[in-house]
């Protein structure tokens, strides 16, 4: 059984803990999953249709087709949303939140950095006040803003998911060049050895992979409207004669109003594999280049991230990977993590989800005794008037159905 003792040894002295766990649809081996579409590359052709991210890769001596199930980033935030529902069940994890509650917005209650896309430095909580005072100018904000690897107590302290997730304070001084810390864990998703068609393209002469799954789709409107029926758009609204739209009315099918039936399709997507393979690694060469203020605050402190890596993953395990519409999975028995020597070789090591919470509970206990001043309560922030107010006006456009999509971030 892993102790602390343990698992300080092993971020002192290894080079990584890992875990290949396989996966299956929750419907069976050979069922069909959806994983995520993306947008087609630059040059292709207009009103591409959407597709799966394919990629060759060497498994057992043999080149085999992989279909991208869960990103990296994708699955930062899935681990991210494990704490956090922890966290709500008593859990205790350092970090911020902005306070909406009271401002009269639908559907925004609070913002934790466990939830923001920049995590710690993203605008949402650079845009907010701590006691009056705006954030980044706080005695917190301006230790953020300040932390680096050599020097990153400041961010262990009130955000520690933000070091083992990745950050960057992308808007600090000098042009971006602000504080950046590289993941220390990273996890994915993928499908293996996937059917498909190859075509090759005319015009490079390049292998485009085709998933030979289709996806139908279509729908009886229960009124019957037909297409025919003449329709007339505007920015007030509809109707179906001009006069009664207003200025700007423009003629539309039925179905650009949501009405009306849509025609059967089928599409090339949805696929099938012979197995997934959920990869985890958390990388304590990483770890090591973190620093919190030296001696045994330095080992205290990478073992705290540590057991939180652990944690993650295994509360991730426990509330199962649901991850979108038709893409549910269940873990093909369970494998064993793994300690990576700095040779290479890799001893098993096994952790439990209790296991893992005991972990962590003990790290935090020491990192306090090694004179670590971890947040243990949420640190609130409430939201500047004028973020209030962009989203409140965000909110009344999309209600009157004329504010467009929101825009679209990478984590």
């Known amino acids: 059984m892993l102790d602390i003792g343990d698992l300080a040894e092993i971020v002192a002295n290894d080079a990584a803990i890992r875990r290949r766990q396989r996966l299956q649809p929750v419907g069976g081996k050979g069922d069909k999953i959806f994983p995520p579409t993306y947008p087609p590359p630059d040059g292709a052709s207009r009103n591409p249709p959407p597709r799966h991210v394919y990629e060759k890769r060497k498994i057992d001596g043999r080149e085999v087709w992989c279909v991208l199930v869960d990103s990296v980033a994708s699955q930062a935030n899935r681990l991210e949303e494990a704490l956090s529902a922890a966290i709500d069940e008593g859990l205790v994890v350092p970090h911020l939140y902005v306070d909406f509650a009271g401002k009269g917005l639908t559907g925004v209650d609070r913002i934790s950095s466990l939830r923001a896309p920049h995590r710690v430095y993203d605008a949402i909580l650079r845009d907010s006040l701590l006691d009056g005072q705006p954030f980044m100018r706080s005695a917190i904000g301006q230790r953020l803003a300040a932390a680096a690897p050599h020097d990153a107590a400041a ?37 293996i050895d996937v059917p498909v068609e190859e075509i090759v393209n005319g015009r490079t002469g390049e292998v485009e992979p085709r998933t030979l799954g289709r996806r139908v789709s279509s729908r009886i409107d229960p009124l019957g409207i037909l297409r025919s029926v003449e329709v007339y758009k505007s920015p007030e609204g509809w109707d179906v004669t001009p006069d009664k739209v207003g200025r700007g009315a423009k003629k539309v099918r039925p179905s650009e109003i949501n009405h009306g039936n ?5 599409q090339p997507l949805g696929i099938t594999c012979d197995y997934l393979e959920h990869t985890f690694v958390l990388s304590c ?7 919190f203020g030296g001696g045994a605050r330095d080992d205290a402190g990478r073992t705290l991230l540590a057991a939180l890596g652990l944690l993650a993953v295994a509360e991730q395990d426990a509330r199962g990977y649901a991850l979108r519409s038709r893409c549910d999975l269940v873990c093909e028995g369970a494998a064993p993590f793994e300690v990576v020597k700095p040779d290479g070789r890799s001893e098993p090591i096994a952790v439990t989800r209790e296991q ?56």
């Open 285 to 291: 060469a990483a770890l090591r280049r973190l620093r």
């Open 155 to 191: 961010l262990l302290e009130v955000a520690p998911t933000a070091l083992l997730f990745g950050c960057w304070h992308s808007t600090g001084e000098g042009g971006g060049l602000g504080a950046k810390f590289a993941r220390c864990l990273v996890s994915e998703i993928m499908a």
């Open 356 to 411: 893992a919470r005991r972990l962590y509970e003990e790290a935090f206990a020491g990192a306090k005794e090694a004179g670590l001043a971890l947040a243990e309560a949420p640190i609130r922030l409430e939201p500047q008037d004028k973020l209030v107010a962009i989203v409140k006006k965000s909110q009344e456009l999309a209600l009157a159905g004329s504010g467009g999509e929101a825009e679209a971030e990478e984590d």
């Open 262 to 266: 849509i025609a059967p399709s089928v």
